[in-house]
């Protein structure tokens, strides 16, 4: 199994930052809400939209295209129930339309959940092989618009609030950490429909599907509460309610292995397929434990603490990776942090020859801000080391000092000052953010050697 790939695709796929999405706030005042109710009978699911006005088309916020086939998802998986109203494709947008005057104010979808990768935005659906199933409350937020002339040439989806409510005949739902029968003001969120047990003081719910070979759930269900109780200690608390992995099995059809991975509010989702993984593989259980280690990470940096601005993102993903090694090092003490620094080290002065840190996104390279701000991370660790304190215990003051929850560079380097960074290795971080021809000496000086 190639590592090298499984690697770059959950990097791709982790999609760190936060929503793929930014909908334009709304330029009108404060509209009603929509409600949806989506609910699951015997002939399947349903969702009810109430519409708070009147409009010919509404048209909805996420539309993103099947990765596959480059085509809307929602016909293979919408059926529109309510007469006079039609699910169509305008310009970038999947719209309800009226047949002739405006769409009536309440209007029946049924719908067959579709657990089908799209592009950059959450998968409408995750099925699990016992039937189980979260299903993503985003993809019903809707907008009205005038006219269908006018959403063929949108560009950007209008924010309009919408009110999204689950439930599943009284069947046991997992929603914001706990279990329920209802789930209300879904929002940008996945609702588990399904049984979980769950002790008062799991730090996490995990979900495995009963269809994984034996040998990775028996792995994740161990090393997955492992990590946030270890990333507690550490940190202390996240300021999120419980959260939430599922990890899904796609089969062993495919010849190879596929571990995909993505992120969204309080849930860290891992597809897993292939023959390869039927049996344990040091390569792949590895990457199954950084993909867990890093994400579950930035539950206290990126959504505790977090950054200002993305062109900053060293100092959530740098960090994660470093929280990450520590924890994959616990896991497994032969795990080689050699190399993953030896990477970082040459991944970042690669990056930094071309131009500064924070345009690194712009020239397409998001890996810079893993590798260089794990570098800059692991000078504060270094820092704190004759105190007995570690990278983990800076994240620690982050959260506890800052007032906004959005770190800017310099408060960052002010707060690795107040931990005892040294001024000298500040000016080196500073330099090398600005961007170098040749960084790996100034690196090695950070570093130490
Ligand atoms: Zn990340």
């Known amino acids: 199994m190639k590592i090298p790939a499984i690697l770059a695709m959950l990097a791709a796929l982790s999609g760190c930052a936060a929503d793929p999405i930014a909908p334009a706030p709304a330029s009108n005042a404060a509209p009603a809400a929509t409600e949806v109710e989506i609910t699951r009978d015997a002939a399947g699911w349903q969702a009810r939209f109430r519409f708070a006005e009147d409009a010919p088309v509404w048209a909805f916020e996420r539309s993103a295209l099947l990765r596959r086939e480059e085509t809307p998802w929602r016909p293979k998986s919408w059926t529109v129930a309510t007469p006079g109203v039609s699910l169509v494709r305008i310009g970038d947008f999947d719209a309800l339309v009226a047949d002739s005057g405006t769409v009536p104010r309440e209007v029946v979808i049924r719908f067959r959940p579709l657990a089908e990768d799209i592009i950059a935005d959450y998968d409408p659906a995750i099925i699990l092989s016992d039937g189980s199933l979260a299903l993503y409350g985003g993809h019903f937020n809707a907008f009205p618009m005038d006219s269908r002339e006018a959403v063929a040439v949108l560009r950007e989806p209008r924010e309009y609030p919408a009110r999204i409510a689950l439930t599943a005949a009284g069947a046991p739902l997992l929603f914001d950490g706990r279990r329920m029968t209802r789930a209300e003001a879904v929002g940008d969120r996945y609702v588990y429909v399904g049984d979980v047990s769950l002790a008062a003081d799991d730090p996490v719910a995990t979900i495995l599907d009963p269809g994984l070979p034996r040998w990775i759930s028996g792995q994740l269900r161990d090393f997955t509460p492992a990590v946030f109780r270890d990333y507690e200690a550490m940190m202390g608390s996240h300021k999120s309610s419980r959260p939430m992995v599922i990890a899904s099995w796609a089969g062993a059809e495919f010849r190879g292995a596929s571990t995909g991975g993505s992120v969204s509010p309080g849930l860290i989702t891992m597809r897993l397929e292939g023959t390869q993984l039927l049996k344990e593989t040091p390569g792949a259980l590895h990457q199954m434990r950084w993909f867990i280690a890093h994400e579950a990470a930035h539950f206290w940096l990126g959504q505790t603490v977090g950054y200002a601005t993305p062109d900053e993102a060293w100092i959530t993903e740098g960090g994660a990776d470093f929280l990450a090694m520590g924890a994959a090092l616990r896991a497994d003490a032969g795990f080689d942090a050699a190399k993953f620094t030896a990477e970082a080290r040459a991944d970042c002065a690669a990056a930094l020859a071309k131009g500064p840190l924070a345009d ?90």
């Open 360 to 449: 690194a996104r712009r020239r397409g390279d998001q890996r810079a801000y893993y590798a260089c701000g794990s570098l800059f991370a692991a000078a504060v660790e270094a820092a704190g080391r004759p105190r007995g304190k570690g990278f983990a215990d800076f994240v620690r003051t982050l959260i506890a000092t800052d007032s906004d929850g959005r770190l800017t560079a310099a408060e960052w380097l002010a707060a690795a000052r107040k931990f005892g960074v040294p001024p000298e290795q500040l000016a080196r971080i500073d330099a090398l953010r600005a961007g170098m021809p040749d960084a790996a000496p100034v690196i090695a000086a950070l570093l130490g050697d």
